[in-house]
């Protein structure tokens, strides 16, 4: 609430009074003096607060005019652990790059979110193309559907059923590529499709057919993504996505630079 400053205004009436002798015309003018006195003191001294630079404003054609406020700051970002922090690992989870790479990226994502979906696309594929392909990271992929995002949760269900046949990464690619944020393109009948695209309903001779739409409409695989959740909770991860990088934490869609700095760090 706006607290509205007013100037203060005295009023001075001159009425006609009787005179009652000269004690009574000193006193009346000792009266009007210190009306005049009082007058120029709060004038004075209220020039001199508006004209300082904590003022409370100026005065244009006689009214006071309170000066706009601050702009309000911007929101701090949640504190990060300092050191490197213990991230339970699943066996099962996908990896990207050399097994025995000296650094681990555990990335925390959803594949509803925006930003996890602007790090695909601004960042991922450097990182992929100077650390991973090169033996010095490995990725691993860990899931953290909001619980706001309506599909997300489907979407890693659905993840990781292609995981179990070996095309997690190329179905991660396709979730990102046509996933967005309201849930469009992640809906069930979206998931079968590039299930379908990727042979993963084909079987073989004969075998396994439908594999992928089983184990989705079974709900097969919610007990990893849950598994992932309560990891990355314990590790201190609350929204996505969020980076471990041999331990240490990285939160948000940050540039190449930012990850670059990390791993290098982890490498010496």
């Given at each position: 609430?706006?607290?509205?400053?007013?100037?203060?205004?005295?009023?001075?009436?001159?009425?006609?009074?009787?005179?009652?002798?000269?004690?009574?015309?000193?006193?009346?003018?000792?009266?009007?003096?210190?009306?005049?006195?009082?007058?120029?003191?709060?004038?004075?001294?209220?020039?001199?607060?508006?004209?300082?630079?904590?003022?409370?404003?100026?005065?244009?054609?006689?009214?006071?005019?309170?000066?706009?406020?601050?702009?309000?700051?911007?929101?701090?970002?949640?504190?990060?652990?300092?050191?490197?922090?213990?991230?339970?690992?699943?066996?099962?989870?996908?990896?990207?790059?050399?097994?025995?790479?000296?650094?681990?990226?555990?990335?925390?994502?959803?594949?509803?979110?925006?930003?996890?979906?602007?790090?695909?696309?601004?960042?991922?594929?450097?990182?992929?193309?100077?650390?991973?392909?090169?033996?010095?990271?490995?990725?691993?992929?860990?899931?953290?559907?909001?619980?706001?995002h309506n599909n997300a949760q489907g979407s890693s269900v659905a993840a990781e059923c292609a995981n179990l046949?070996?095309?997690?990464?190329?179905?991660?690619?396709?979730?990102?590529?046509?996933?967005?944020?309201?849930?469009?393109?992640?809906?069930?009948?979206?998931?079968?499709?590039?299930?379908?695209?990727?042979?993963?309903?084909?079987?073989?001779?004969?075998?396994?057919?439908?594999?992928?739409?089983?184990?989705?409409?079974?709900?097969?695989?919610?007990?990893?993504?849950?598994?992932?959740?309560?990891?990355?909770?314990?590790?201190?991860?609350?929204?996505t996505p969020t980076f471990y990088i041999n331990g240490k934490q990285l939160v948000g869609a940050q540039p190449?630079?930012?990850?670059?700095?990390?791993?290098?760090?982890?490498?010496?």
């Amino acid at each position: 609430m706006t607290e509205h400053h007013q100037q203060p205004e005295i009023i001075i009436e001159n009425k006609q009074t009787e005179s009652n002798g000269g004690g009574n015309s000193l006193v009346a003018g000792s009266i009007i003096l210190g009306a005049v006195l009082i007058c120029v003191s709060i004038f004075y001294n209220t020039k001199l607060v508006l004209n300082s630079p904590s003022g409370l404003g100026s005065l244009q054609r006689g009214t006071l005019v309170q000066q706009a406020p601050a702009a309000p700051s911007q929101p701090s970002v949640p504190s990060q652990p300092a050191g490197p922090v213990e991230v339970k690992t699943r066996k099962d989870a996908a990896v990207l790059g050399k097994s025995d790479a000296k650094v681990t990226i555990e990335e925390f994502s959803d594949f509803q979110c925006p930003f996890c979906k602007q790090f695909i696309d601004q960042t991922f594929a450097q990182i992929k193309s100077t650390y991973i392909d090169t033996g010095k990271v490995k990725m691993v992929f860990r899931h953290f559907p909001l619980p706001f995002h309506n599909n997300a949760q489907g979407s890693s269900v659905a993840a990781e059923c292609a995981n179990l046949q070996g095309k997690f990464w190329q179905y991660h690619d396709l979730l990102f590529k046509n996933g967005q944020a309201d849930g469009t393109g992640l809906a069930t009948v979206d998931l079968k499709k590039y299930a379908d695209s990727l042979g993963l309903n084909n079987g073989n001779f004969g075998f396994g057919k439908n594999k992928f739409n089983q184990c989705l409409d079974s709900n097969a695989t919610l007990s990893a993504v849950q598994a992932d959740e309560r990891d990355g909770k314990a590790a201190g991860t609350s929204g996505t996505p969020t980076f471990y990088i041999n331990g240490k934490q990285l939160v948000g869609a940050q540039p190449f630079s930012a990850f670059k700095q990390a791993i290098d760090e982890a490498l010496k």
